[in-house]
């Protein structure tokens, strides 16, 4: 069993930045980020398996960055150039096993409880 906590969500305004931070209780092979609005499906931002590089969605490449602790438990989120569009829950999730299709929902096992963002103009 993984538990994952995020931290950091909050209201921003457009053009801002904001950091999200996600604790685990062990640490994942494979860790990333999603976020999700109401009525569509969660959206993969970008994940990081052991030992290996970031990979991101195209919607936030350039925007958006990732970073892991020396402990390899804890997974940040660096979002800058925020847009109204960023507005959603955003979750960390995270597998104890390699995940292959590191930005499908479906591949991970465990998951936190989700922070909020608001961008507003």
């Known amino acids: 069993q993984v538990h994952l906590m995020e931290s950091g969500g909050g209201s921003v305004q457009v053009g801002g930045s904001l950091r999200l931070s996600c604790a685990a209780s062990k640490a994942p092979v494979t860790m990333a980020w999603f976020r999700q609005v109401p009525g569509k499906e969660r959206e993969g931002l970008a994940f990081i398996r052991r030992y290996a590089s970031p990979i991101y969605a195209d919607s936030v490449k350039g925007r958006f960055t990732i970073s892991k602790g020396n402990a390899e438990t804890t997974l940040d989120l660096q979002m800058n150039s925020l847009k109204l569009e960023d507005t959603a829950m955003y979750y960390c999730?995270?597998?104890?096993?390699?995940?292959?299709?590191?930005?499908?929902?479906?591949?991970?096992?465990?998951w936190g409880q989700g922070t909020q963002v608001t961008v507003s103009s």
């Open positions: 999730a995270a597998d104890l096993l390699y995940v292959g299709q590191g930005l499908e929902a479906n591949e991970y096992n465990y």
